[in-house]
């Protein structure tokens, strides 16, 4: 063996001692799961993506942070489950998804309950009610993180709808909440519970007149596609709590929580501009791809649904004071 080929064979040696010594001493790295149901175009999957991203940055990559989107691992009540139980880390998903759990966080879809975004968000970072509701998680396997955005619900069906006249007799698509539920029989619909995944082809088939979400999901999930008649009437406030596994938060050490609660912070931050700031933009994609948006009287909608508040007031009057009290003092 010639002095080159020695020299070389060292220094091959020697890259692969560093290699092994690095392997060796390098921190373990921890992967963990986080499912929801929008769409990789969503601002629920950009969020998503981003606290990962704040995740391995904050902890030198010893946490990874694996996003699954469109329900690969499950829909959201399916979601929530797994998370109570340890099998699965994250999920995302509106408030009232949480009602499953906590019932009392039915309230939280009562209709036309806040002014715009920033009395939303200033009830969502402050209310005591609504800490109080969250913390009552935590003994069920789920602690809430962050809340970040969706926006108010809004109307996509296959004929207008001007007033709660056009709604009588005809089926509404609502996720299993009976909040929702509620408000959508008091303007008149009759109503079917449908997974987000199956809600497309329902109303493709006829099975439902449409559905309601917020501009950003309807936009994600292509629902003016087939119910192209956007109606504006922001009837509930819809945004979303993030949830860790009670059981995975317990293996993280004090000094990465502190790195999952500043990811989800900067995440939320991003989707509240996000989804606020976009709307317009959305809904005049939607307009040159075929939609016909419309931004009917809210009144007639509101009298309709005057009745969810008697209906509420008569099951939990004590909670309902106590929301609208904060409510009230946070709209200013």
């Keep these: 063996m010639n002095a080159l080929s020695q020299h070389t064979n060292m220094r091959l040696s020697l890259a692969a001692l560093a290699m092994a010594f690095l392997a ?14 929008d769409t990789p175009s969503g601002t629920r999957h950009r969020a998503a993506e981003l606290f990962a991203d704040r995740v391995a940055e904050g902890t030198q990559g010893r946490y990874q942070v694996i996003v699954f989107h469109s329900g690969q691992l499950g829909n959201d009540p ?16 509106a408030t009232g998804s949480y009602a499953s759990m906590q019932p009392t966080l039915n309230l939280t879809a009562l209709p036309f309950l806040f ?11 402050q209310s005591k009610w609504l800490k109080d509701q969250f913390a009552a998680l935590q003994p069920k396997g789920l602690r809430v993180i962050s809340t970040w955005e969706a926006g108010f619900r809004n109307f996509t069906t296959k004929t207008a709808l001007p007033d709660p006249s056009a709604a009588k007799g005809k089926a509404m698509r609502v996720f299993p909440n009976p909040m929702i539920k509620s408000v959508m029989e008091s303007i008149g619909f009759t109503t079917q519970v449908i997974p987000v995944p199956e809600v497309y082809r329902s109303i493709q088939e006829g099975k439902v007149i449409g559905q309601e979400n917020p501009i950003d999901t309807i936009y994600a999930l292509r629902f003016f596609e087939v119910a192209p008649h956007i109606t504006l009437t922001q009837h509930v406030y819809s945004p979303l709590p993030v949830v860790i596994s009670e059981q995975t938060w317990a293996k993280i050490p004090d000094r990465d929580r502190k790195v999952f609660q500043r990811a989800a912070a900067a ?12 709307e317009a933009r959305l809904l005049n994609l939607m307009t040159t791809r075929g939609a016909i948006v419309a931004r009917p009287s809210i009144a007639p909608f509101k009298a309709a649904t005057a009745s969810v508040y008697d209906e509420a007031r008569k099951n939990n009057a004590a909670e309902l004071e106590r929301l609208l009290a904060d409510v009230l003092a946070l709209s200013k």
Excluded at 78 to 93: H, N, Q, R
Excluded at 115 to 125: I, K, M
Aim: avoid cysteine; proline fraction near 2%; hydrophobic fraction near 35%.
């Design 24 to 37: 060796a001493t390098a921190p373990a790295q921890t992967f963990l799961k986080l499912n929801h149901t």
């Design 267 to 278: 995440a939320a931050d991003f989707s509240r501009r996000a989804v606020r700031d976009n």
């Design 78 to 93: 399916k979601s929530i489950e797994l998370v109570s139980k340890g099998k699965l880390d994250f999920t995302i998903s």
């Design 115 to 125: 002014d715009g975004y920033e009395h939303g968000w200033r009830f969502y970072d």
